[in-house]
């Protein structure tokens, strides 16, 4: 048995320690944020909740994170990695190819 298989889940009532979604048993996924109480099921009343998602601040409303975005202007080009199979020199070492 691991660490992983002796932790306990939350349970219905208990407090959420981190955004995001979570599942309970019956397969019900529900987004909770830090602070709520995990809801109890209908059908099944007290159940236990498992993190499968987080939720991330810098990636709401479908845009991507502005410091991801390449540059038009960027002037040090040829110093950057454009490609994965960008080849440096010497070992591998920041070298130019």
Do not use: C
């Amino acid at each position: 048995m691991t660490n992983e298989d002796k932790r306990m889940l939350p349970i219905s009532h208990d407090k959420v320690e981190v955004d995001g979604v979570y599942t309970n048993e019956s397969g019900r996924e529900e987004l909770l944020h830090r602070g709520d109480e995990f809801p109890a099921d209908l059908i099944l009343g007290s159940t236990e909740w498992k993190l499968t998602e987080f939720t991330f601040d810098n990636h709401h409303e479908g845009r991507t994170d502005p410091r991801l975005v390449p540059k038009e202007n960027d002037t040090n080009k040829r110093e950057k990695i454009v490609g994965p199979r960008r080849q440096f020199g010497q070992g591998g070492h920041g070298g130019q190819a």
